[in-house]
């Protein structure tokens, strides 16, 4: 419903705007280490988390321990042959990193894509960003933080068991009852027009369809007859009276989507109508009153552009941030489990695939997830040797392909000079995930290329990992 109320508070502080107060004060608490699994040879495991404390002690992985579970459940263990008997250890270094001991045994080892041959570290920005393990050839585990419990709050269409689905998944059934307009903020893919449809649907609207309309296709000139409609002869053509989009939305959700490209004409028009529930089609001489719940949501910066900043005001009674899926890899098993599930289950994706899946960071989100997972499944039943890389437009060929042989896997990253690494590394602080993404490599090639050509850490920068 279009409601009264005071402005909100100018705040650039995006991650702390209007957020539901339950999410800052889970935001204070301390990390503690989830080990969530993406990939298992038994489907029912993947999702099942292992959630470690946050003492010094080391974390021991094999076959029998830890329990991981899923929310509600009892724990099993990894439990495959191919799982060492004997534990992989987990210690942390007390900089929010860990270190890696291999087990005594002969099972493979894998971080981010790269095979463990003597140990590893595991530095901040890997542990930010979810670090990925593979072991045995059968199982991938994502390796991250959480700063709540894992639990079920299910919303239709939102899939993930991190702390970034869990807290979205809260604000909306916070938001949903209380006719607010919501602002929903995140990528393109990310999952907004999703947010928006759970809003709608627990919603006291939810009787009545969503009307939808994407403001970036709305011209300048007829932009204000479609979100408010024209009287008879408004202009040219209009031999009718015709409702707009806010009349269409009575009683019901209106979402406006790709608001940031909102015509400048109609960014006062809609001001207005939040600000006092009226407005008027174009050529009528009286107001119509909205009583549409809005909910508007973008991929822009409306922050510090030409957006008007009152109207922003107006969007912000509650806003929601959609986490990009990078940032949520832990998420990636359910959330393939579930989209090959829409897809009909026609297949089971190799574990390799699973953990290239999950080093590769998204640019298109959860929406190039769904069509790349379409070609996959299309490719395997045709018994074709799926190349990651030609999958995702990448020119990098460092990774060997999945259900084929290893191609040779040195012919562009050769290109790249000592000198060239090292400056990069330089330039990015030592990120590594910065450091790839500036040289166009993923990150599994950007520690082969440390490994192969001797580009070892600067020697004054402990952000290195």
């Keep these: 419903m279009v409601h009264h109320h005071h402005p909100a508070t100018a705040m650039l502080d995006t991650d702390n705007t209007l957020s539901s107060p339950i999410t800052a004060v889970r935001r204070e608490a301390p990390a503690l280490l989830c080990l969530s699994i993406l990939s298992h040879p038994d489907p029912a495991m993947i999702g099942a988390q292992f959630l470690a404390g946050s003492g010094t002690a080391p974390i021991e992985l094999a076959r029998y321990h830890p329990l991981f579970r899923h929310p509600g459940k009892d724990g099993l263990p990894l439990g495959h042959r191919a799982i060492s008997r004997a534990p992989l250890q987990l210690h942390p270094t007390g900089a929010d990193g860990f270190t890696i001991g291999l087990p005594d045994s002969r099972m ?134 015709r409702p707009g989009l806010f009349a269409q939305a009575q009683n019901s959700t209106l979402f406006l989507d790709e608001i940031g490209s909102a015509p400048a004409s109609v960014q006062p028009m809609l001001l207005r109508v939040l600000e006092t529930g009226e407005y008027r089609p174009l050529g009528a001489s009286v107001d119509q009153h909205a009583n549409a719940r809005v909910i508007a949501a973008t991929d822009q910066d409306l922050y510090g552009g030409a957006f008007s900043q009152a109207l922003l005001r107006r969007l912000e009674s509650h806003v929601i941030h959609i986490a990009p899926l990078r940032q949520r890899r832990e998420d990636l098993g359910v959330l393939i489990q579930h989209l090959l599930a829409y897809l009909g289950d026609r297949i089971a994706l190799p574990a390799a695939l699973i953990g290239q899946l999950a080093c590769y960071d998204w640019p298109g989100n959860v929406r190039q997830l769904k069509h790349l997972l379409t070609r996959c499944v299309l490719s395997l039943e045709a018994g074709e040797t799926i190349d990651f890389d030609a999958l995702v437009g990448r020119r990098d060929t460092t990774m060997p392909t999945v259900a084929g042989p290893a191609r040779e896997r040195r012919a562009r990253l050769g290109d790249l000079t000592d000198a060239t690494v090292q400056a990069a590394l330089q330039a990015h602080k030592g990120n590594i995930q910065a450091t790839a993404r500036a040289l166009g490599i993923s990150r599994p090639s950007m520690y082969k290329l440390i490994k192969a050509q001797g580009a070892g850490r600067p020697a004054d920068d402990d952000a290195l990992t």
């Excluded at 199982?139 to 702390?163: A, K, Q």
Aim: net charge neutral; aromatic share 2%.
């Design 108 to 241: 493979k080892v894998e971080l981010n894509g790269v095979a463990v041959l003597d140990g590893a570290e595991l530095g901040r920005d890997e542990m930010a960003a979810g670090a990925i393990l593979g072991l045995g050839g059968v199982v991938v585990l994502c390796l991250h933080w959480m700063r709540c419990l894992p639990r079920s709050n299910p919303v239709d269409g939102l899939i993930g068991i991190g702390e970034a689905a869990i807290r979205t998944r809260d604000q909306i059934l916070q938001v949903s009852p209380t006719g607010l307009t919501v602002l929903l903020l995140g990528e393109t893919g990310s999952g907004k027009d999703v947010a928006a449809r759970a809003i709608h649907a627990r919603s006291p609207q939810a009787g009545k369809p969503m009307v939808t309309v994407n403001l970036a296709a709305l011209s300048e000139s007829l932009a204000t007859a479609e979100l408010f409609g024209a009287a008879r002869g408004a202009y040219t053509g209009a031999h009718a009276a």
